[in-house]
């Protein structure tokens, strides 16, 4: 579904990623981890073309969607949930989500906007207030409602559970599996390695801008290396 | 006497706000300050003067003609003037912008000299009308009138339209609303248009009220707009109009208790004293450095 091959970007003289190649199959979660800085946002930013790559190429759906603007890309159906959520803190949770629906013009904006809220129920009681008044985990299921209101056919997560309770993470990871088995394919982007392999059904390992392992997600999740770099053994 | 300062200062203040609206839409969404904005509002007057004299439109037709001429200005500005340098430094902006201000004062003193030039004889007939002991002019209704109607129209715009949201949206969290599918190009260039068009107004509006117009008017008027943008908090659209009305109704009371040879100076007196307080302005957030 999605391509990615010899990808490369640099943020001036610092090289972000350095030829970074994987790939993402109709109805997959793949997970992507990586410690800090390893640049698993810069992947996410470049895929949306919100950071330019300078080097590679990004194929979706058998179309080159490399050099097109971010807003061409929501259009095909890539959505992103950002780092940090990054929801529109004074506008309110529903014109957050009008936003996520930016590029419809069809009219199941609305039934789609009742299934948001039937998905998020604290999203609905506080639908008139701005978007900064919400509790962290509000506004990650926010963000979340936001991009899905694209209808998505790739939606890539930036560390969902960033900042999370433990009980409000196993939330978060169970709806996603949730979207991810109502048909939307998942880019998911975490540092939380043993959650993200738990959902996932293929991971990349990143470090320091480049894919160092990759595979099974239950077999990365047994791999002395990861268990030992990024599960905390 | 005091509510016929204040009716002056009203009148004065309004345009003062719809200049000041373009600096800081403009400033929300892309931090730069558009040093042209002054000059946008001259070439909007000068366009209401050549309709009236020549096609003797009513005053409405021409505020709407200099609008619309200006709005296309605007865009067509952004597009080659501040596009290109959107990542560069706000510095080498700032700069574009001061010589597309340059340029388009010059252009105007080339093509109608340097005199002012007033409206036709008549062209509106203005009337008093006594309230109580002010004497108020109808041109002082019309000039309240025709921004409150432009303000009510922009708020309209901003709250409940869809481009109108996406402007919030992009002046919050520019690459975010790239990730909404937002075109944020275009949402610069609606930016620029709106901000453009209610400059023209203002343009028109001063024209008729001092009956003057002329290739320098928008530096002053630009500048004391811009120190209402920045008074009110820039990048805050209640806080321009806010800081215009405010500017315009002090500018009016400094005059009448005497200082009139400050005039000038008021209007950057409480801007200084303002920001020594509160350095986001009025109605202003502190800016959050953005990524
Ligand atoms: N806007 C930026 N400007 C300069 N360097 C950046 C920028 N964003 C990220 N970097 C650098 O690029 C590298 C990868 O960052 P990032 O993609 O954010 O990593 P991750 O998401 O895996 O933590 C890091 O070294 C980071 O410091
Ligand atoms: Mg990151």
Known sequence: ?233 | MFLQQLVNGVALGSVYALIALGYTMVYGIITLINFAHGEIFMVGAFIGLLLVSFFKVNVFVAILGAMIFCMIMGVIIELIAYRALRKSSRLSALISAIGVSIFLSSLALMVFGADAKGFPDGAFPVQQIKVGSADISTLQLLIIGVAAVLMMGLEFIVQKTKIGKAMRATSEDYNTSALMGINVNRVISFTFALGSALAAAGGVLVGVLFNAVSFNMGLMAGLKAFAAAVLGGIGSIPGAMLGGLLLGVSEVFGVAIGYSSYRDAIAFTILVLVLLVKPTGLLGQKITKKV
Not at chain 1, 58 to 78: A, C, R
Not at chain 1, 143 to 167: C, Q
Not at chain 1, 172 to 181: D, L, P, S
């Open chain 1, 1 to 233: 579904m999605l391509k990615v091959e010899n990808v490369s970007v640099n943020y001036g003289a610092i090289k972000a990623l350095q030829n970074v190649s994987f790939q993402i199959n109709q109805g997959e979660i793949v997970a992507l981890i990586g410690a800090n800085g390893a640049g698993k946002t810069t992947i996410l930013n470049t895929i949306s073309n919100i950071v330019p790559s300078v080097a590679g190429k990004i194929t979706y759906l058998d179309k080159d969607i490399t050099k097109l603007p971010p807003h061409e890309i929501v259009k095909l159906g890539i959505s992103q949930v950002p780092e940090g959520r990054r929801v529109f803190a004074k506008m309110s949770v529903l014109e957050n989500l009008e936003m996520g629906a930016y590029t419809r013009s069809d009219n199941e904006v609305g039934s789609d906007m009742e299934k948001i809220f039937q998905r998020f129920p604290r999203l609905n009681e506080r639908k008139k207030q701005p978007a900064k008044t919400l509790s962290g985990g509000e506004q990650q299921m926010l963000a979340m409602g936001r991009a899905l209101m694209s209808r998505p056919k790739l939606l890539l997560l930036d560390e969902p559970s960033m900042g999370l309770a433990p009980m409000l993470v196993e939330q978060i990871f169970q709806i996603i599996q949730e979207i991810n088995a109502s048909g939307t394919t998942i880019l998911l982007v975490e540092q939380n390695a043993n959650m993200a392999l738990s959902i996932a059904h293929r991971a990349y390992v990143l470090e320091t801008g480049e894919v160092v392992l990759q595979g099974d997600a239950k077999e990365l999740a047994s791999n002395p290396e990861v268990r030992k770099a990024y599960l905390g053994e």
